[in-house]
């Protein structure tokens, strides 16, 4: 196996006495989707910010591309190639759909903050937000503002705006969040389509989704990794279905 | 430079460090409970002044003037407060900051009106008359010790309710988290309210006491508002604690500075240059130390708790 | 899906609209700057000349600070210091006899640029209400500085012997030469941070505004971004203040003193925040307001100080946005 797009060894955070992050190490190779999931409260949230460098962790490496990113701010991370979406909708209101993809691509181009020429009219980088937007298929409401986009609109929005970034891997924190029945669907069916594509780390509470999707699933509990496995192998795990799947599997 | 004018120095630092407390206290609590920057803040101090200067003239007596100023600066928050304020807290610190410029401008302008552009004085009360030696020959004026005694008192007492009382743990846990404190279920509005008016009446009650050793004059409360936006940068947005100590550092700096910043430059300067450029250097030094602060811990030397 | 369909056509005709607002306001705007003069000559009101270059000058202040705070959404309350930086490196210049507008400038560019890089090095690291008092105190600093230049006249400022040369030539001296100066660099100075605000920079400049978290996860540095707007909109504000100091012929503390921070903001609210033009409008609907308040009353302050009071209560988006309700309203 080729040299895994994401890696985090021995991570650990606490607040206090209170051990959030508990050694956890896992990798996510080139074109894998692996799924991180785990109760509430075991912390998923504080790893997802500790691989995006929101958070710094009291010990651990974190290496993106096989570079070790240990420290480094959110910015310096995304230009080393890691994308990620937010569990709570971020998105620039004020600019349309195309704008914010297209400012996620400007950051990668080579003159990222360039004085003059307009931006709006920026060809280069509107063809490569508009292939982002069409790849998610919201293409028709590429004018809008994104601030008028419906919740699972934003949700798309979102991931539009990491693959136009030309990511080597995608932190994906709760896609499904807060959005209907139908839209989970289109956002799972999406995601199948970039799978092999890129290396995704996904959080998601969506069992049926995350067990169609992933190629590993990791389950965190209290802070800790304790199983790591194909969907299958996930599914009779006795540890996993003592601690996580119990009540389901009774 | 003796060891005594270093005394007195010392005790006008922490003289005009206490009085900037009393301003800084109600500003850094509005600004950490309600995210709400008030610019009009110094003028609650000069009306506080006026309010004093007035009244003692009105009645004759210093404490009755004081008390009744003290009354008088209470019901002006709470007037402002329900008229303007409370419109303003969902809104954007541009809003804020414009409004309350605006009202800078009306109450400065008003007082003006009413008592003229000229500075107005206000006799020390008889029974803080006189100086106590400190050795000698040295003398140091018994009310500006009694300033200082009313600033460590007006500290200790606003340091027992915020961290004894039911009110003072609500404001505590507001200054950290409001929404979590509106979501206990009390009444946002009203606690609001209640700091509002508090800070109002401690920055009128830091002019009523000034009243005596400053002169009081339309815009007296400008220089005092920013000195004030000083010490809470340096202490920490929201944070008593800090308020306090960075209020005393500030008036130590900015007095021992002044008095000391012409013999350094004296060093390397002829007297008169050296004259002219201490009075804007010694005025710049708590910028300067400001701007350290900031480079070093963006938050403040003792931030509020649970605030990052 | 179908009120998309009927939306969208409406919300290109409301984009049509705002665009066509956008480039013949200014138009509009600069063709009565630039005739103003003429109807003052005409008139024999000639001291009207003085007023209208003042709201070209400041004009251009406000301007700059629309950059950073209406299109980079700082609120930068000591932006009057870059004014009196620029106005006392004229004044220092001219009174050194080296007062050549060809060397004042570079200078005064040159010295607002270093005081906003480090200011705005210190001041950028902090955010909200820790902002605008930091750059509060900035400005102070700046005031309490120039009075302390008692070489220059201390507290009661420095009247300048002669305005700047112009490669020699004295054409400053001639109000109306010096006002079609001045609106030149107006236009100038319009048409840069236009295109600046327009650019990839700009875009992400306003990203940062927005949602500084989301443009930061793209790989941009904020702050980078923040303090390159920072410097751009100090060296602007310096310029006008090397306008306004041949302007009065005089330059003093005041120049810096934090109300004139403040009613800049007023300017640029007034005419609408990052609509840019918005900004040269307010400015002259604050001087206006001056001058007619001002010869109403001596107390002119109390009914301005109410009306800023009234206008935030009661309105939002300023003039430019009053504007354009108006003629995009019918849409």
Not at chain 1, 7 to 17: D, N, Q, Y
Not at chain 1, 166 to 189: C, N, Q, T
Not at chain 3, 143 to 163: H, I, K, M
Request: neutral net charge.
């Amino acid at each position: 196996m080729s040299e895994p797009l994401i890696r985090i060894e021995g991570l650990r955070k606490s607040f206090g006495a209170l051990v959030v992050t508990d050694d956890v190490s896992l990798d996510v190779a080139p074109g894998e989707l692996h799924a991180l999931i785990g109760p509430n409260g075991a912390g998923k949230t504080t790893l997802i910010h500790q691989i995006a460098g929101t958070l710094q962790p009291n010990a651990g490496r974190i290496l993106i591309g096989g570079v070790d990113l240990s420290g480094a701010s959110p910015a310096a991370r995304a230009r080393a190639g890691l994308a990620r979406t937010f569990q709570i909708t971020s998105i620039i209101p004020t600019l349309d759909v195309l704008g914010n993809v297209a400012l996620a691509a400007q950051a990668r181009s080579p003159r990222a903050l360039r004085l003059f020429g307009r931006a709006a009219t920026d060809e280069a980088l509107n063809a490569q937000a508009r292939a982002a937007i069409a790849a998610v298929g919201l293409s028709a409401r590429a004018g809008a503002p994104a601030g008028m986009l419906s919740h699972g609109e934003k949700r798309v929005l979102e991931i539009a705006m990491a693959l136009a970034m030309e990511p080597k891997a995608i932190l994906l924190d709760e896609p499904m969040a807060g959005v209907g029945r139908e839209e989970s669907a289109r956002i799972v069916e999406l995601l199948l389509g970039l799978k092999g594509r890129y290396a995704m780390l996904l959080v998601e509470h969506d069992m049926e989704a995350v067990f169609s999707l992933a190629d590993r699933i990791s389950v965190l509990v209290y802070g800790s990794v304790i199983a790591t496995g194909t969907p299958d192998a996930i599914r009779v795990d006795p540890a996993v279905r003592a601690a996580y799947l119990g009540d389901e599997a009774a | 430079m003796s060891f005594t004018l270093l005394t007195i120095q010392i005790l006008n630092g922490l003289q005009l460090g206490l009085l900037l407390f009393l301003v800084a206290a109600g500003l850094t609590l509005v600004f950490g409970v309600m995210d709400f920057i008030n610019l009009a803040h110094g003028v609650q101090y000069m009306v506080g002044a006026y309010l004093a200067a007035a009244l003692i003239a009105y009645t004759g007596s210093f404490a009755l003037g004081l008390v009744l100023a003290l009354a008088g600066a209470l019901a002006i928050g709470l007037v402002m407060e329900g008229l303007i304020f409370r419109h303003l807290y969902g809104r954007s610190h541009l809003d804020q900051v414009l409004a309350t410029f605006g009202l800078i401008l009306v109450l400065n302008e008003g007082v003006k009106m009413i008592w003229g552009a000229a500075p107005i004085s206000v006799g020390v009360p008889e029974a803080l008359q006189g100086s106590v030696s400190l050795g000698d020959g040295v003398l140091y004026p018994v009310y500006r010790f009694a300033i200082i005694a009313a600033g460590l008192a007006v500290a200790a007492g606003l340091w027992l309710v915020i961290d004894r009382t039911r009110i003072g743990m609500l404001v505590r846990a507001g200054a950290s988290n409001a929404p979590i404190v509106s979501a206990l279920g009390v009444d946002i509005n009203r606690l609001f309210m209640i700091v509002f008016a508090c800070g109002a009446m401690l920055a009128g009650f830091a002019g009523a006491m000034a009243a005596p050793i400053l002169s009081v004059e339309p815009g007296m409360g400008d220089s005092v508002l920013i000195l004030a936006f000083v010490v809470i940068v340096i202490g920490g947005i929201g944070s008593i604690r800090g308020a306090f100590a960075a209020a005393l550092i500030v008036g130590l700096l900015d007095t021992l500075g002044r008095s000391y910043s012409v013999d350094l430059l004296r060093l390397f300067l002829p007297p008169a240059a050296a004259r002219g450029v201490a009075g804007g250097l010694s005025s710049m030094f708590i910028y300067i130390l400001m701007a350290v602060v900031l480079f070093f811990r963006p938050e403040g030397l003792l931030p509020a708790r649970g605030r990052s | 899906m179908s009120a998309e369909a009927t939306s969208a056509p409406a919300a290109a005709a409301r984009a049509r609209s705002r665009l066509a607002l956008s480039t013949t306001a200014p138009l509009v705007m600069l063709a009565l700057f630039a005739l103003l003069p003429l109807l003052a000559i005409a008139t024999g009101q000639t001291h009207w000349l003085s007023l209208i270059n003042r709201i070209v000058i400041l004009g251009i202040a406000a301007l700059s600070l629309d950059l950073i705070l209406g299109v980079g959404g700082l609120v930068s309350f000591g932006h009057a210091a870059f004014i009196g930086l620029g106005a006392y490196t004229a004044g220092v210049m001219v009174d050194a006899g080296r007062g050549d507008l060809l060397l004042v400038v570079p200078a005064a560019l040159l010295v607002s640029a270093v005081f906003a890089a480090l200011t705005g090095a210190v001041s950028l690291r902090t955010k909200g209400v820790a902002f605008i008092m930091i750059t509060l105190a900035f400005g102070q600093m700046a005031f309490f500085f120039s009075q302390a230049l008692y070489a220059y006249g201390g507290d009661d400022g420095l009247t300048l012997p002669e305005r700047s040369t112009v490669a020699g030539f004295p054409i400053l001296a001639n109000k109306v030469t010096f006002f079609y100066v001045s609106l030149g660099f107006l236009v100038a100075a319009y048409l840069l941070v236009r295109a600046v605000a327009g650019s990839r920079f700009g875009r992400a400049l306003q990203g940062a505004r927005d949602n500084p978290v989301r443009v930061g996860s793209f790989g941009f540095d904020v702050f980078r971004i923040r303090l390159g707007a920072y410097v751009i909109s100090g060296m602007l504000a310096g310029l006008s203040g090397v306008l306004l100091a041949n302007q009065a012929e005089f330059v003093s503390p005041a120049y810096m003193a934090w109300q004139r921070s403040g009613e800049l903001i007023f300017m640029i609210i007034i005419g609408g925040l990052g609509s840019l033009w918005g900004a040269v409008l307010g400015a002259a609907a604050f001087l206006l307001l001056e001058e007619a308040l001002s010869g109403f009353s001596e107390h002119w302050k109390l009914g301005f100080g109410v009306l800023i009071v009234l206008f935030v209560l009661f309105t939002r988006g300023g003039l430019a946005d009053l504007a354009r309700r108006l003629t995009g309203g019918r849409a």
